[in-house]
């Protein structure tokens, strides 16, 4: 399809509308025509493009994670050294909780709400986000500067919890006086020297 | 109220299959009805009891986090070294999940799709769960022994998300060739080494 096409358009309005009502609503909360309403198109037109609320609730998530996976190439870019690759990570992921609350809120919280998604949708771009986050602890590892002892995909498991833990509090607002961007730096300087090996400290 | 009267009996039996119906049929899926016929008992007792399904699933989140507490008392009791409290904190909390993997996977999946729970209920149990594992934190900072740069209420909120984490995963099935024990003390070992001051290292 072509991205500018008046069609694509359309699919995009009810995505974002989809995104704000359904932080607003909650997923459960929120229906089919409110975000018909939001968007401006009858209630019927969305079913055009999507089977159902789940459809359109995991369709949101993949073009968040495709955010993150651009934002992250964006970031990453050029950096070689693991440690620093680490920091950009987790600094990447933190500015686009940041910049993108309401996407925050449905990623975090309202995403688990849908049951379809978390027992049947095998999630294949979170598998590729946390493949990533594991190449570059891997990676450090192959280089000497990481311990070789912990796997990989548990410390990239990990540290994706803790992440996803401190935007949750964020976003719920409980954490209100919460510094996202200092909580992250103290995550990482916690996280690095857990992972350097007795040489590099 | 006495606990072993036949009302407290009726109370608990209704919350024992609440949380198998949940995790059977999810927290949106599942109907008051189901529970009540599991339980034995007319759909209108456990209005007797709960509100709501909504406060349903709170008390047995309540019933739960108590659970936890007196497991954590247990095993922390005489332990005086903070590297070691820590280690047991962790130990006791992975060895709830796999022993009650009904009320795990009600509080790791089911509990975030209540709407009430995650925006209304300011969950008490919870915030004394996360104090008694920042206070572990705090003594190590005191004593010497954890580095004092690093907020404890951070760490203890990123600790946790990271073992939640696991345990989802553990929970849901897709990480059903994850041992959970030998995933929490990597977890450890990265936290601890993340954690200790250098004269420690």
Redesign the interface.
Known sequence: MNPHSPKSDKRLRILESAEKVFAQK?F??AKVADIAEDAGVADGTIYLYFRSKDELLISLFEVQMERVHEELERELAGASDPEDRLRRFMRAYVRLIQQNPHAAEVIT?EL??S?KF??QYSNPRFAEFLKRLAAIIDDGQQQGRF?K???AP??A??????????A??WV?GRGEKLDLDK?AG??G???????VT?SD?
Do not use: C, H, N, T
């Open positions: 909650g459960f909360g919280i688990r709400q049951e978390m027992k311990r002892e912990l796997p548990i410390v498991r990990a540290l994706f919890g803790a992440l996803d833990e401190l949750l509090w719920s909580a103290w995550l300087d916690l996280m690095l020297q857990g992972l007795k400290r």
